[in-house]
C-alpha cells in the first residue's frame, strides 16, 4: 500500500473542504432546526465510526463493543447535567432533595461517591475521555498482551458491551436502570433544550467531529499508521521487526475508544438523555454497520456511511412504521452483497474514475478515496 | 400511513348507529357535533395541525422491536377510538386524522419522534408511550414544545406534568384496594414479592410493603427478590417460596419472563388453586404467551378485564374484535388506550379549542360515561379516577372478576406515608 508522503495531500484536503462546507454551511442552511438536530445525533455516531475506520480498516481490530465507550463518555456528561438539573430547589419534593430523583426514588440517602467529581465540568471534561481510555487500555492490555485477537476479541468486546448494560440497569439506583438519565435541562445555566442552543451545539460537534478527523488522518498517515497496516496485514513480520505489535494494538483500541466517548457526550448534550440502549449489543453493531456502509478503510466514507444509514432509518420509519426494519435490512444485505468496500468502493470503483478521465487528474492514493462521496450521499441525504 | 378504509370505516359507522339505536347513546353525543364547526381561527391559536375540515393527532408506539407485542393493543384501541370519533362526527366538526410512528422499543428514537410529531406535524394530541423508559424519554419534548400526551400504561407514579393525561393506574390505586381484599378475604398475613429489576416493580413493591408493614395489623413480608428483564431461570426463588411458604407470592413479573415463571412454578408442583398468587403484571395480553393452563388459579389486580360485565364493555368488546378480528384479546392497557382519544375529543369541546393549555386547564374533571371500564373522570393531578378490581384467572385466557372497590379510587401519584 502506497501511502501518501506528508499528513495531508490534497485529495485529502479536497475532501475535508467538502466535508466541513456540508456539515458546516450546506446543512444548517438547508435543513429546519428539527432536521439539523437529528443530523447533529446521527453525526456523534459518527465519531464512533472514525474511531472503527482506524481500529478495524486499519488495525484490523474488530471491536463490537464500541456501544461501551459511547456510554461512558455520554453517561459522563449526563452525569454531569443531571446533577446540575438536581438543585436542592428542583428536588424540594424528595425525601432527600439535591439528589437526583431515580436515586430518591431507590431511597438512596446520599450521592455515591464516584458521583462526586461530576459537580464539577471540567474534571466532567478530563473523565468524559480519561475513564474510556483507561478502560480501553484495560481491557487492550489485558487481550493483546495474551495475543487475543480476531473473532475471539470481537466476541469478548460484545459481551463487554452486553455486562456493562447489565451493571447500569442492575444497578439502577445509582445509574437510573433502564430509564437511564433524563429531563437533563442546562450546561452551566445554559439551557440546553431550546432551538438555539441545539443550534450552537450542532456546530460544536461539528468542528469536533472534523477535529477529530483531522486527527485520524494524522495517525494514519504517520509512521504508526503505516505500522498499523502492516499489523492488519501481517501481524508476524511486524513483530519479528522488532515491533512491540500489542502496544500499537492498544494505542489504536485507545484512540477508538476517545473518539466514541466524546460522540457518546455529544449525543447526550444534543438528544437530552443517556439511556442504557445505546451502550449494548445492538447499538455497538449498528456503529459497525455505519462503518462497513461507509467503507472501512476510509474516514470520510465513515461520515456519509453513518449519515446515510441513519437518514434511511428515519425516512423509511416514518414513512412505514410497520415494514422498516425489513427495508433497513435489505439495504444491508444490498451493500454487503454487491459493495463490499461500501460508499467509498462505490466512489472509487465508479465514480472517481470517470470524473479523472474528464479532469486528467491523477490519483496519488487509490487506497484511500471516499473522498467526494459528498455529492453522492449529500444527494440521498435529502 | 394513516389510511382510512372506506369500507371499514362505513361498516363502523353503520355499527355504531345500531349500538346507538339498541342503548340509548345519544345524550352522550355533544351538542356541538352536528351543529355548524367553530372557525379555525378561534379552536387553534397556536399553529397546530387544525384545519377547517380535519385535526391531525399523533400516535407514538413500538410497532417494531421487543415491546411491539404489548404496544400493538394499545395502536389498535386508538385507532379504534379515532374511527368511531369520526363516525360520531369528529371534534369540533373536524375529523381527526391520524399520523402513526414507530418508537421501534428503542427510547432515544421516542423522543426524536414524539418531537417530530411536535414540531412538523404539529399534532394537536399524541396517543402514545407504553414503558416507563419511553415516557421518560419522551416528557422532556412534550414539556418543551408544549404538547399534550395521553399515556395509557399502569405505572409507577412520582410524576404529574401539565402536559400528560395518565389513562392508565399508578401504583396506589392497583395495589391497596387488592392487598386489603387479600388479608381480609383470605386472611392473608405473610407476603413474598417477586419481580423484574426496573423502576415500576421496585416502586410497585415499595409501596406495597410500607402498606403491609404500616397499615395492617399482623401482616409481614417475608422475601423480596428482583431478576433482571427477560431473565427465564425461576428455579431457586421457587425452592425458596417453597421454604418459606408465603400466604401470598405477590409478583409483578414482567414481558417473556412471566412465560418461564408460570411454567416453572407449575412443574415445581405449586397449585394456584391451594396457594394465593397476586400479580399487578398479568392482563389477557400475557396470558396469550404464557398459557391460560399455567396460571388459573392466580389473581390479577387491574382496573379492567375483558370479561367486564357492562354494556359499555360489551360494545367495546364487540367493536374491537370486529376491527382486529376475534381472536384478539383485550388487556387493561388496550382498554386505558382506548379512553385517550375519547378524553382528548370530550376535553377539546369542553375547552372549545384545540389550544394545549386550554386542554391541559380543561382536563380537571372531565367525566367519560361509556368508558369500557365503567366510569372515569380525570382528576386535577391529570391521572383518572377509577376502581380497583381482582380477577381470578381462567383456563380459557380470561379472568373472572371476584372483586370490584365499591368506590372510585383517587389518584395519588406522590402517596404520602409510601415513600
Known amino acids: ?272 438523555f443517556m439511556s442504557p440502549s445505546l451502550v449494548g449489543i445492538v447499538p455497538s453493531i449498528e456503529m459497525v454497520i455505519f462503518c462497513a456502509v461507509g467503507g472501512r478503510l476510509s474516514i470520510f466514507g465513515a461520515i456519509y456511511g453513518t449519515l446515510l444509514v441513519n437518514y434511511a432509518k428515519t425516512s423509511l420509519s416514518e414513512s412505514f412504521p410497520e415494514l422498516w426494519l425489513l427495508g433497513l435490512g435489505g439495504l444491508f444485505i444490498a451493500v454487503v452483497l454487491f459493495f463490499p468496500n461500501g460508499l467509498a468502493g462505490i466512489w472509487r470503483d465508479y465514480v472517481q474514475p470517470s470524473i479523472d478521465r474528464v479532469f486528467k487528474l491523477r490519483s496519488k492514493d487509490p487506497t484511500d478515496p471516499g473522498h467526494d462521496v459528498a455529492k453522492a450521499a449529500a444527494a440521498a441525504a435529502e | 400511513m394513516a389510511e382510512h378504509d372506506e369500507a371499514g370505516h362505513s361498516r363502523l359507522r353503520r355499527q355504531i348507529l345500531m349500538g346507538m339505536a339498541a342503548a340509548p347513546l345519544a345524550g352522550l353525543l355533544p351538542k356541538t357535533a352536528f351543529a355548524q364547526a367553530p372557525a379555525t381561527s378561534a379552536v387553534n391559536t397556536t399553529g397546530l395541525a387544525v384545519t377547517d375540515t380535519e385535526v391531525t393527532v399523533g400516535i407514538l408506539h413500538s410497532a417494531t422491536g421487543t415491546m411491539a407485542i404489548s404496544e400493538t393493543g394499545s395502536i389498535q384501541a386508538e385507532k379504534l377510538a379515532i374511527e368511531q370519533i369520526n363516525a360520531m362526527g369528529g371534534v369540533l366538526g373536524r375529523k381527526i386524522k391520524f399520523i402513526q410512528e414507530d418508537g421501534a422499543s428503542d427510547w432515544p428514537t421516542f423522543a426524536e419522534k414524539a418531537k417530530k410529531l411536535l414540531v412538523q406535524d404539529k399534532v394537536a394530541a399524541i396517543m402514545g408511550c407504553w414503558t416507563s423508559a419511553s415516557r421518560k424519554a419522551v416528557l422532556p419534548v412534550i414539556e418543551q414544545y408544549n404538547g399534550m400526551l395521553y399515556y395509557p400504561t399502569f405505572y409507577e407514579g412520582l410524576e404529574q406534568s401539565k402536559n400528560v393525561i395518565y389513562t392508565g393506574q399508578e401504583a396506589t390505586q392497583q395495589i391497596l384496594e387488592s392487598l386489603n381484599w387479600v388479608v381480609k378475604e383470605k386472611g392473608a398475613k405473610t407476603f413474598y414479592f417477586i419481580g423484574s429489576d426496573y423502576i415500576w416493580p421496585r416502586t410497585s413493591n415499595k409501596i406495597a410493603r410500607k402498606h403491609i408493614e404500616n397499615f395492617m395489623k399482623g401482616t409481614k413480608v417475608v422475601g423480596e427478590e428482583y431478576f433482571p428483564l427477560g431473565h427465564t431461570q425461576f428455579n431457586s426463588v421457587i425452592n425458596k417460596l417453597k421454604l418459606t411458604k408465603p400466604d401470598v407470592i405477590f409478583t409483578d413479573v414482567v414481558g417473556g419472563s412471566n412465560v418461564a415463571f408460570y411454567k416453572q412454578l407449575k412443574a415445581a408442583g405449586i397449585n394456584l388453586d391451594k396457594q394465593i398468587l397476586m400479580t399487578i403484571s398479568v392482563t389477557e395480553d400475557e396470558i396469550d404467551g404464557i398459557g391460560g393452563e399455567n396460571i388459573a388459579g392466580a389473581y390479577s389486580c387491574m382496573k379492567y378485564f375483558q370479561s367486564l360485565d357492562n354494556p359499555n364493555n360489551k360494545e367495546f368488546v364487540a367493536a374491537f374484535k370486529k376491527m382486529w378480528g376475534e381472536k384478539t384479546v383485550i388487556g387493561d ?55 380497583t378490581r381482582v380477577g381470578l384467572a381462567q383456563k380459557d385466557g380470561q379472568f373472572k372478576v371476584v372483586y370490584e372497590s365499591p368506590d372510585l379510587i383517587e389518584p395519588n401519584p406522590f402517596p404520602k406515608g409510601y415513600q
Not at chain 1, 17 to 44: C, Q, S, W
Request: positive net charge.
Open chain 2, 333 to 387: 392497557v388496550t382498554q386505558a388506550a382506548y379512553l385517550g382519544p375519547w378524553l382528548w375529543k370530550m376535553t377539546v369541546e369542553k375547552a372549545g379549542s384545540f389550544d394545549v393549555d386550554k386542554i391541559a386547564a380543561a382536563s380537571d374533571g372531565i367525566e367519560f360515561t361509556k368508558a369500557p371500564e365503567g366510569y372515569v373522570k380525570i382528576h386535577a393531578n391529570h391521572h383518572l379516577w377509577s376502581k
Open chain 1, 1 to 272: 500500500m502506497k501511502t501518501a508522503p506528508s499528513y495531508m495531500d490534497r485529495k485529502d484536503l479536497l475532501a475535508l473542504a467538502v466535508v466541513a462546507a456540508l456539515l458546516l454551511v450546506v446543512f444548517p442552511l438547508a435543513l429546519d432546526g428539527f432536521r439539523l438536530n437529528l443530523v447533529g445525533k446521527y453525526l456523534t455516531y459518527a465519531f464512533v465510526a472514525v474511531g472503527l475506520v482506524m481500529c478495524w480498516g486499519y488495525g484490523g481490530i474488530l471491536s463490537l463493543g464500541q456501544g461501551l465507550f459511547f456510554g461512558l463518555g455520554g453517561y459522563g456528561m449526563a452525569m454531569y447535567l443531571k446533577l446540575e438539573a438536581s438543585s436542592v430547589e428542583n428536588t424540594k419534593i424528595q425525601s432527600t432533595p439535591g439528589i437526583p430523583d431515580f436515586m430518591d426514588w431507590n431511597q438512596l440517602t446520599s450521592l455515591p461517591w464516584f458521583w462526586e467529581p461530576f459537580h464539577y465540568f471540567i474534571p466532567t471534561l478530563f473523565l468524559i475521555v480519561l475513564v474510556p481510555v483507561a478502560f480501553a487500555l484495560l481491557i487492550g492490555s489485558a487481550m493483546f498482551k495474551r495475543r487475543v485477537s480476531g473473532v475471539y476479541f470481537a466476541i469478548i468486546t460484545q459481551a463487554l458491551a452486553a455486562i456493562a448494560t447489565i451493571l447500569i440497569i442492575g444497578q439502577q439506583g445509582y445509574t437510573g436502570g433502564v430509564n437511564g438519565i433524563t429531563d437533563l435541562r442546562t450546561l452551566m445555566g445554559w439551557d440546553i433544550r431550546t432551538d438555539s442552543a441545539k443550534f450552537v451545539l450542532y456546530f460544536v460537534n461539528a468542528v469536533l467531529l472534523i477535529g477529530v478527523v483531522c486527527c485520524a488522518m494524522f495517525v494514519r498517515d504517520s509512521k504508526l499508521g503505516r505500522i498499523l497496516v502492516a499489523m492488519r496485514e501481517k501481524e508476524d513480520r511486524v513483530r519479528f521487526s522488532g515491533y512491540s505489535v500489542a502496544n500499537f494494538q492498544i494505542f489504536v483500541f485507545c484512540l477508538g475508544a476517545a473518539f466514541a466517548a466524546i460522540g457518546g457526550a455529544m449525543f447526550t448534550l444534543q438528544v437530552g
